[in-house]
């Protein structure tokens, strides 16, 4: 192994900016003749706006500007696009209700964007923004996801039940005619709460407009900035994408809520050219709780038949998601194309049908958040086999087993084929390392404190690498998901990649570096990474779903495969051989069989000074690009045990240890990996433990929108992970990789639970499982 | 209103004029543009702006600039060797992956660098506890944890 190569743990080239504060993330930016937007956001979750009165705020000192809906209303500026077309089940496309930048005519949830106010400082912003005196009419609030469609209050016209789509999928006769054979049939009835994604980096934009040349310029905390430009450019303003720059710099987490094309930078672009000046606006936190795009927010039933060993014969799943007041860009994919196609789990359930009901209710929007789909499937499929196993009273590991894929490639009744995997080796594998052996030790100890011990496992599966553009296509996606990269070789063999992946995070600059350092036989200190910049990169499609190693990573190496089959051209012309003679080894052209090499620098030093060179055949230069498309998803899986302890007194639980055995494909830095599934199982369990979206149910207005009020988790909450990995290697990328990013998000949850319940003798217990709960439904258990 | 405000900041004086409602936060990122130090909440719970007042870890997002007046403030922009050489604290977190987006980092690396001397070879449960009020979303804590560790150790 290459010490800078694949399969390395290299520290972080990324790291000494971050760690000295040079990091550059978008609030730090400051443009000359900069100015300050503030919006004034609807205190009411539903409400028409009778006036907005500006008078009073642009008479306040160093305001410049208040914008409002009548003024996006009079310059016929276009809508927020929803980027996924779902069809119902009769046959008709998902309700799209309009989405526009600054409301028009209603605001439809508590932060929606009323107005904004642009001034010389961000101060006199707040202090205009303060002044505009809007009238509203107070309406009543659609709020509750589970009864939104009985709601005698419509939050669109164009949807008088507030059903977007009821979208299904699967094989739902064969489902009954499973049911009506089963042995037994297991029921269960859950709710997976809506969270905030909480970056620690708030949402932040920048926009520019250059008069000279008619151009704008936007930074903004963003995921994926050629998909921020197409959307914005072709969907909404119309601003020819060629004059249009985004640059999403240092960005300070995503976790999803970065991929969105937001009204905020969208308000900030057009009203740049109006007021032709630079203008900021970056969000408070409180701001973030409410205009972030959430997460989440499903209410399920499913119930899963067995025959008398506990072999799944059918599983049936009917949710009711919410979408918020608006669609956000990829909200209708993610309860439906990454939830309903993930149900199989890692089992051989030969039917599956499940119904999605999507709905408007006046709450923030809900699109994808770390895992988006896939960790409220395996929260569904996990707690369900849990269920399972206790009412056919088997060992929770055992029902799994007996149900696990094991033939691959493996075409699942919901639509995905597995290419590969092996599901007995991360469950033996996390057994073994979260030592279950020891178990009915532990607990008896436990309980000899007066303690109640628990054990919960979840064995999952994701879809990432998204996406096959024409599977995505055919599925309703209203983008290409393949990925772009160039390596660009300099005349002395330092190379620049540019990558139309993003980093907020992940350490592309190190790992991305480390893929070219093996392929090319160079150290990676003569590699730089760019990316995030529309202006640098020639085309993208940016970071999430675990797809940025997988997608972008392809791209890279193909670019670097290119560069090498030139390379050989211009070696065999040096070395006066025939290119089918050339290999290229530990970063040397050689003649095959003979001791004649040329090393890589001077390949590249001919290609720009072409004295002796092939003129006749090939160009000069040496940079070369690539688009990859994936052929299919990737299937990370893997296992995670969890192993709780309650206080029955306080019901307070502590997580005694966490395990994750997953398998990612082959590691680039294995450094890496465990920091992305370190992350992954906090946030989940986070979701598990603390966190909770809380509306009230009446006025819809956000009860938790602070860090008061939102339990974050914090370095207290939690043990040291136990983190493993075992490999079956993607068998359709050329590095073998499956993305690491989202599982630990996806599998934590239901682990958590599963222990919890165990722990604590009930059937369920919704999450977060805070200590009130838990020990309200010990209550329960005790008085039934 | 205005005060005039003169402090040493990453030993430089400064001193201003400023609006008597400034955060110290504001302080620094706009007025200095020490752009270093962060916020993620402004309302003194996520410790992203945690900077040294005398040697003393504070969040700047909590403070206005008048109570700093005279003091001695260490921003992350200041902990480092003026040619760059990171502090042993800023050392051990990269060598142990103790950041992910970096946003948390400055804030956590500072509050992390006042546990010297308060913390003899901690556990790592007294680390969590000690480093409770500055959130990080993307790394889970554990390798902060052994990156404070690490930095104790190699600060002594
Ligand atoms: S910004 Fe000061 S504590 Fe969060
Ligand atoms: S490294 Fe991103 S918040 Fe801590």
Redesign the interface.
């Known amino acids: 192994m290459k010490a800078d190569g694949i399969g390395a743990s290299v520290?972080?080239k990324?790291?000494?900016?971050?760690?000295?504060?040079?990091?550059?993330?978008t609030?730090?930016i400051?443009l000359p003749r900069q100015t300050y937007a503030v919006f004034v956001r609807s205190p009411h979750a539903h409400a028409t706006i009778i006036s907005v009165d500006a008078t009073a705020a642009l008479a306040m000192p160093g305001v410049v500007a208040v914008f409002s809906g009548k003024d996006i209303e009079d310059s016929k500026i276009g809508g927020l696009p929803c980027g996924w077309g779902i069809t119902s089940k009769d046959g008709t496309p998902a309700i799209e209700p309009p989405h526009p930048i600054l409301c028009i005519g209603k605001a439809r949830y508590v932060g929606d964007h009323v107005a904004v106010v642009i001034a010389e400082t961000i101060?006199q912003a707040r202090k205009g923004a303060e002044a505009v005196e809007v009238d509203y009419g107070i309406l009543p609030a659609v709020v509750a996801t589970g009864t939104a469609a009985a709601s005698k209050t419509s939050v669109h016209d164009q949807a008088p039940n507030n059903v977007c789509y009821t979208w299904g999928h699967g094989d739902e006769a064969g489902v009954k005619a499973a049911f009506a054979n089963a042995h037994h049939i297991s029921e269960l009835s859950l709710t997976n709460q809506r969270l905030a994604p909480?970056?620690?980096?708030?949402r932040a934009a920048n926009a520019a407009y250059d008069r000279s040349s008619e151009s704008y310029t936007l930074y903004v905390s963003n995921q994926n900035p050629h998909v921020e430009r197409l959307l914005m450019c072709a969907f909404v303003l119309g601003i020819p994408e060629h004059k249009m720059r985004v640059v999403a710099p240092?960005?300070?987490?995503g976790?999803g809520s970065k991929i969105f094309l937001y009204a905020e930078e969208t308000v900030l672009v057009w009203a740049s050219k109006r007021v032709n000046r630079p203008i900021k606006w970056?969000a408070?936190?409180t701001e973030a709780f409410l205009s972030d795009a959430h997460g989440r927010d499903h209410v399920t039933k499913a119930q899963l038949a067995m025959d008398k060993d506990g072999k799944f014969l059918g599983f049936r799943v009917d949710t009711t998601a919410a979408m918020g007041a608006y669609l956000s860009t990829f909200s209708t994919a993610v309860p439906t194309i990454l939830y309903g196609t993930l149900l199989a789990g890692q089992y051989t359930t030969p039917a599956i049908y499940v119904e999605v009901t999507a709905v408007f209710t006046n709450t923030s929007p809900v699109d994808a958040y770390r895992g988006a789909g896939r960790p409220e499937a395996t929260y569904v499929v996990e707690r369900m086999v849990e269920t399972a196993a206790r009412d056919m009273k088997m060992d929770p590991a055992e029902i799994r087993r007996r149900n696990f894929i094991r033939s691959f490639p493996y075409a699942t009744p919901v639509g995905l084929t597995y290419d590969v995997g092996d599901f007995d080796a991360t469950l033996d594998g996390a057994i073994k390392l979260a030592d279950v052996e020891g178990f009915a030790a532990r607990k008896a100890a436990s309980e000899a404190r007066g303690m109640k011990r628990g054990i919960g496992y979840s064995s999952y599966i994701e879809a990432c690498g998204l996406a096959p553009s024409n599977v995505a296509g055919a599925l309703g996606a209203r983008a290409g998901l393949f990925e772009s990269g160039e390596v660009r070789v300099h005349p002395t063999g330092k190379v620049e990649v540019f990558t139309g992946s993003h980093s907020?995070?992940?350490?592309h600059e190190t790992t991305f570096a480390q893929v070219v350092a093996d392929k090319l036989g160079i150290p990676i200190d003569d590699i730089s990474i760019s990316h995030g910049d529309t202006g640098k990169v020639l085309f993208g499609m940016g970071t999430y779903g675990s797809r940025s190693l997988a997608v972008g990573g392809s791209a890279i190496v193909k670019a670097v495969d290119k560069v090498i089959a030139k390379g050989k051209k211009i070696a065999a012309h040096l070395l006066e051989a025939s290119d089918t003679d050339i290999e290229f080894v530990n970063g040397e052209f050689k003649v095959k069989g003979t001791d004649k090499s040329v090393p890589f620098a001077s390949v590249s030093l001919a290609a720009y000074v072409p004295h002796n060179y092939p003129l006749d055949k090939l160009e000069p230069g040496l940079n070369e690009n690539a688009f990859y498309d994936p052929t299919n998803f990737t299937y990370p899986a893997g296992c995670h045990i969890c192993e709780v302890e309650v206080d029955p007194q306080t019901g307070k639980v502590e997580v005694c240890s966490f395990t994750a055995m997953d398998d990612f494909g082959n590691i680039i830095n294995p450094?890496?990996v465990?920091?992305q599934?370190?992350?992954?199982?906090?946030?989940g369990l986070g979701q598990a433990m603390l966190e909770d979206c809380i509306y009230d149910p009446e006025s819809g207005q956000l009860l938790t929108a602070?860090?008061?009020d939102y339990a974050?988790p914090?370095?207290?909450d939690?043990p040291?992970?136990k983190v493993g990995t075992s490999v079956t290697a993607c068998t359709h990328n050329p590095l073998g990789v499956k993305g690491c990013g989202e599982a630990?998000a996806i599998g934590s949850p239901p682990a958590f639970i599963n222990a919890v319940t165990d722990a604590i003798g009930v059937k369920h217990i919704d999450m977060p499982a805070t200590p009130e709960r838990v020990w309200r439904a010990m209550q329960t258990a005790v008085s039934a | 209103m205005s005060v005039n405000v003169t402090m040493k900041v990453n030993g430089q004086s400064v001193s201003a004029t400023i609006e008597a409602s400034m955060t110290l936060v504001e302080f620094i990122r706009e007025h200095l543009r020490l752009t270093g130090t962060h916020v993620g909440c402004n309302t003194s719970q996520c410790g992203a702006c945690t900077v040294h007042i005398n040697g003393r870890a504070v969040k700047s997002c909590s403070l206005l600039v008048a109570q700093a007046q005279g003091a001695e403030v260490l921003t992350i922009e200041g902990l480092a060797a003026a040619n760059g050489d990171m502090h042993p604290m800023q050392a051990a977190f990269k060598e142990h992956h103790g950041l992910q987006c970096g946003f948390c980092t400055p804030g956590m690396v500072m509050s992390a660098c006042e546990l010297k001397g308060k913390l003899v070879d901690p556990t790592d449960e007294q680390i969590r506890a000690s480093i409770d009020g500055n959130i990080c979303r993307c790394t889970g804590y554990q390798n902060i944890v052994t990156s404070v560790k690490a930095g104790l150790a190699a600060m002594a």
């Open positions: 520290k972080r990324e790291d000494h900016r971050f760690l000295t504060g040079n990091g550059q993330y609030d730090d400051i101060e909480n970056a620690m980096e708030p240092d960005v300070g987490g976790f970056t408070d936190r907020h995070g992940q350490g450094m890496i465990e920091g599934v370190h992350g992954g199982v906090a946030q602070t860090y008061m974050m914090r370095a207290d939690f040291n992970f630990g």
